[in-house]
């Protein structure tokens, strides 16, 4: 899996991020890459409550997405601690701040407990780690790829690279470590 996961991100290290936002909660976005335009051939139509004309839905995204959810993470820079998941927005905007534009040089997954080391060539640092405590495993952070498939990172130690336009069968999860 390790081999897997470095020739992956082998194809990311060296560009620069862009796009780094804050989502829904805590969850941050990171693009890399050449940016497209994404536009969805569905119009969603009016609803009864509130919107009441057709909308279509337009987004510019890089070749490469990191979506970082379900888990706890902490963003550092030359070793200070910027904020974390738990943080205000405002922090978390200040942390997505400052990665943006830095370069991926490194990404490390500890197999014995699942904390994941993204480092950036300007000093930036993003840590992940499961919740302390959960009932279901969820995916910690994916990579979404040119090639459609999503490298995955579950908080029970298994990962999938499938591809990303439907949910993944159980089937398809790994074991992380051999």
């Known amino acids: 899996a390790e081999k897997l996961l470095q020739q992956i991100f082998k194809k990311v290290y060296g560009k620069p991020s862009w796009g780094v936002h804050k989502s829904d909660g805590s969850i941050i976005?990171?693009?890399?890459?050449?940016p497209k335009l994404n536009v969805w051939k569905k119009v969603l139509q009016p609803t009864k409550?509130?919107?009441?004309?057709?909308?279509?839905?337009?987004?510019?995204?890089?070749?490469?997405?990191?979506?970082?959810?379900?888990?706890?993470?902490?963003?550092?820079?030359?070793?200070?601690?910027?904020?974390?998941s738990n943080s205000l927005a405002e922090k978390i905007d200040q942390g997505c701040a400052i990665l943006d534009g830095q370069i991926l040089t490194k990404a490390v997954v500890n197999s014995k407990n699942l904390v994941t080391d993204?480092?950036?060539?300007?000093?930036?640092?993003?840590?992940?780690?499961?919740?302390?405590?959960?009932?279901?495993?969820?995916?910690?952070?994916?990579?979404?790829?040119?090639?459609?498939?999503v490298f995955s990172l579950r908080s029970d130690g298994h990962y999938s690279y499938q591809r990303g336009?439907?949910?993944v069968a159980e089937k398809y999860w790994q074991p992380f470590t051999t």
């Open 165 to 167: 336009d439907k949910p």
């Open 118 to 149: 993204f480092y950036f060539d300007l000093g930036g640092h993003l840590q992940t780690k499961p919740y302390k405590k959960e009932d279901e495993p969820s995916s910690m952070w994916d990579l979404f790829c040119p090639n459609r498939r």
């Open 49 to 84: 409550k509130g919107r009441n004309y057709p909308r279509r839905i337009v987004r510019v995204h890089g070749d490469w997405n990191l979506w970082i959810f379900d888990c706890d993470w902490e963003v550092r820079q030359n070793n200070s601690k910027i904020c974390d």
């Open 29 to 34: 976005i990171f693009e890399f890459g050449k």
